[in-house]
């Protein structure tokens, strides 16, 4: 079955260090990729997508990922955390299966910004 | 009134009881979303809606009973829940809910609690 992984359900970070929130998917067939990030009591707000053009993704608030065919990976990265960065972020891929237009999410990361 | 709405935000109801979630977007899209989000568990896709026709159900228990009067309102209606259906109640709208490169929008979700 179509699957995303994210390693590491809590990530903690100084204000200035770099972020790097890690997502695999399992596809024969590379997805269509997205990060969206839920700040409290908020739904979801998207960052960025990967929609088979350019492999690097510039996103929303500093934020920018790369698409890794070979490592089937898309991760999210952010040079220098700011404490507004707090938040839970998603990885979803879209385009498996029957069902073209559903997203399917991963378990989610909860990033933590130290002063 | 902007983006997705729903209301209410938050609701306490006992197990013998019937209410109702409402979700209206003002974004002109054509496909809807309901979706749960419960701790410690991905986001779970309950039923899509696309042109007002429902394209997904799955496998919700028939105590959550979506209606889909027009492309900018969505309801989920429910009935004799148990405590283990309280979650964070999401919804989305997309373009076109047939297109994996459509960006979901996301409601500000309604917190459920069954008692």
């Known amino acids: 079955a179509q699957s995303v992984t994210q390693l590491g359900s809590h990530v903690s970070v100084s204000e200035g260090a770099l972020v790097l929130l890690r997502c695999n998917y399992s596809?024969?067939?590379?997805?269509?990729l997205f990060w969206y990030v839920q700040y409290p009591n908020q739904g979801l707000q998207l960052l960025l997508k990967?929609?088979?053009?350019?492999?690097l993704v510039k996103g929303i608030n500093g934020f920018e990922a790369e698409f890794k065919k070979s490592e089937t990976s898309f991760h999210l990265t952010k040079p220098s955390a700011h404490m507004s960065d707090a938040a839970e972020y998603f990885c979803?891929?879209?385009?498996?299966?029957?069902?073209?237009?559903?997203?399917?999410f991963g378990k989610g990361t909860k990033l933590s910004v130290k002063p | 009134e902007t983006g997705v709405t729903q209301t209410p935000r938050h609701l306490v109801m006992g197990m013998t009881n019937k209410k109702s979630l409402k979700c209206e977007q003002h974004?002109?899209?054509?496909?809807m979303y309901w979706y749960k989000q419960s701790a410690k568990k991905p986001l779970e896709l309950m039923f899509v809606?696309?042109?007002?026709?429902?394209?997904e159900n799955n496998s919700v228990p028939s105590r959550f009973s979506p209606e889909c009067p027009n492309s900018s309102h969505l309801f989920l209606h429910l009935h004799t829940l148990q405590p283990e259906d309280s979650a964070l109640y999401l919804c989305?709208?997309?373009?076109?809910?047939?297109?994996?490169?459509?960006?979901?929008?996301f409601g500000p979700g309604t917190r459920l609690t069954v008692l």
């Open positions: 974004l002109g899209h054509n496909a």
């Open positions: 990967y929609t088979s053009a350019a492999t």
């Open positions: 596809s024969s067939v590379p997805p269509y």
């Open positions: 989305a709208s997309s373009q076109d809910g047939l297109d994996p490169r459509d960006t979901q929008y």
């Open positions: 979803a891929v879209s385009g498996l299966g029957g069902s073209q237009g559903n997203l399917i």
């Open positions: 809606y696309n042109f007002k026709e429902q394209t």
